[in-house]
């Protein structure tokens, strides 16, 4: 979840890092927890007993003063998403997290003319919105358990934009 409102980072109100955080880490954090207490109960099939998959964003590494609280939340899931990965090995529970790029739904509706540009302008790679299908493509991969030696890692589903480029 997005700020309400997009702030600079100097302008930024504690009820909306709150409410981001509470969200998108808090949020995580526990229901990620819940989900690991059952899934250690799971019968072990070919060694695994669960696959976890979280959702953080390509914000988790990318400075965005205007959603200082994105950021940090997104952030605040990757390490989510290391610490589980680390806690339930153990347990053949495997802890995935899925990076989203810019991706063509509701919450950058509103600043689709900004982020058609850049597009065009070649901050992509692949010089295109990524699509929710595309996330979700990369979710079942991890989900399914085919990458049983996998864990802890993050997958980046943003056209490239992780990529250094001089």
Not at 25 to 35: E, M, N
Not at 64 to 77: F, L, N
Request: aromatic share 6%; glycine share 10%.
């Amino acid at each position: 979840m997005a700020p309400s409102v997009r702030a600079d980072l100097l302008e930024m109100t504690e009820e909306s890092y709150d409410r981001v955080m509470n969200i998108n880490t808090k949020g995580t954090l526990f229901l990620t927890q819940a989900v690991a207490n059952v899934m250690k109960e799971n019968a072990c099939i070919g060694g695994l007993r669960g696959s976890i998959v979280n959702i953080s964003s390509m914000s988790a590494y990318t400075s965005s003063v205007s959603r200082g609280e994105y950021c940090i939340s997104k952030a605040g899931v990757s390490m989510i998403t290391t610490l589980f990965a680390d806690r339930l090995a153990e347990y053949g529970i495997l802890v995935n997290e899925v990076r989203p790029g810019i991706i063509e739904t509701g919450m950058t509706a509103t600043v689709k003319e900004k982020y058609d540009n850049l597009i065009a302008g070649g901050l992509l790679p692949i010089a295109r919105w990524g699509k929710p299908e595309d996330v979700a493509e990369a979710v079942r991969v991890l989900a399914s358990g085919k990458l049983s030696y996998v864990t802890g890692q993050s997958i980046d589903v943003d056209g490239g934009f992780h990529i250094r480029r001089l």
